[in-house]
């Protein structure tokens, strides 16, 4: 028995339509409000803050210390230091 194409189309009203979607909806009530929130934070926040600033973490003026010095070819390294630090880490991961 041969089955035929009959041209069915399910009845699918705007659940395809993209424009009409809730997602749609929150995305433009989440853009629309983004920015309008006001946060007080404590002072151990505002420390804690303070103290995670990525401006903390990195010496700038040593990096461009160490760039100068490896794009002039004057960088000096001691290699039984680095090798000393490499078997204390694997010393420490052992115990």
């Known amino acids: ?33 983004q920015g309008s929130a006001a946060v007080d934070l404590s002072p151990a926040a505002r420390q804690l803050q303070q103290l995670h600033s990525p401006s903390n ?4 003026d040593r990096v461009q210390a ?8 004057t960088l000096e390294m001691d290699t039984s230091r680095i090798a000393d630090g490499i078997i204390n880490s694997a010393r420490d991961l052992l115990k």
Request: proline share 4%; no cysteine; net charge positive.
């Open 57 to 60: 973490d990195i010496d700038m």
């Open 1 to 33: 028995m041969k089955i035929t194409n009959n041209n069915y189309r399910p009845n699918l009203p705007d659940r395809l339509n993209t424009k009409n979607t809730a997602a749609n909806a929150y995305q433009k009530t989440a853009s629309a409000s």
């Open 66 to 73: 160490l760039r100068d010095a490896i794009a002039n070819g």
